[in-house]
């Protein structure tokens, strides 16, 4: 019984109240209106701050337009190489950023920051190579990789850097001294006896 008059209160209340609400505090309302369009034209502008970060900012984190950059390329054929001259590697396996160019053997920095450089080369039995990774010109040496020629069978080397860049840098490998350096073109693991790559580890 108490049960139901506390029903038909709650029932002849709920309306009362509400149309209470409504009617006598309009300025409620309008306050609550005004704080809406605010909190809009708020959001609005923050959508349109992250957009531009996406768009300027390649390297950072809430980037969606662009990749960071990494590129892999190797060798597709035996190479002679004279001092100075830059070693080519020709095919290319990965490029996010289109920052290294199979024409000349150069990577150009994209962004400023860390990044990262691996060569592997290989050696027929009884030749040899000197390869130095330079930056921008041929006596800003940043790297080495060896293997001379007295050994009767092949031989692959590898070697690794990390060097700051600014955008703009350019790395290549060039030969500092004669050297002999195998690619191959089979289609198979013999495509990567030789091989040029690196990749931003951190933009600034
Ligand atoms: C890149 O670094 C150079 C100097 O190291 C600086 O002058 C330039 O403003 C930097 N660029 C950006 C986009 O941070
Ligand atoms: C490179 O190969 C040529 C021709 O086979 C040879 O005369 C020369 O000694 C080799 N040099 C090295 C460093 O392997």
């Not at 590898?158 to 002999?180: H, Q, R, Y």
């Amino acid at each position: 019984m108490s049960f139901l008059l506390i029903c038909a209160v709650l029932a002849s209340c709920i309306p009362l109240s509400f149309s209470f609400m409504l009617d006598g505090q309009p300025e409620n309302i309008q306050e609550i209106a005004n704080e809406l369009g605010k909190l809009q034209s708020e959001v609005a502008a923050l959508k349109e701050m992250i957009q531009e970060l996406q768009e300027t900012c390649p390297s950072c984190a809430v980037s969606t337009k662009q990749s960071s950059p990494a590129f892999m390329a190797s060798l597709s054929m035996f190479v002679t190489c004279n001092v100075d001259a830059p070693l080519v590697f020709d095919r290319e396996q990965l490029d996010t950023r289109q920052a290294y160019d199979t024409r000349h053997g150069l990577f150009r920095a994209p962004v400023n920051g860390t990044y990262m450089f691996t060569a592997t080369l290989a050696a027929q039995p009884n030749q040899g190579f000197h390869v130095k990774f330079v930056r921008n010109s041929l006596s800003d040496e940043i790297g080495y990789i060896f293997s001379d020629n007295g050994h009767s069978g092949w031989n692959e080397r590898s070697t690794t850097i990390v060097v700051k860049l600014d955008a703009g840098d350019d790395v290549w490998l060039a030969c500092s001294m004669p050297s002999n350096i195998t690619g191959g073109n089979s289609g198979m693991e013999h495509d990567y006896h030789s091989h040029f790559s690196g990749f931003l580890i951190d933009a600034f």
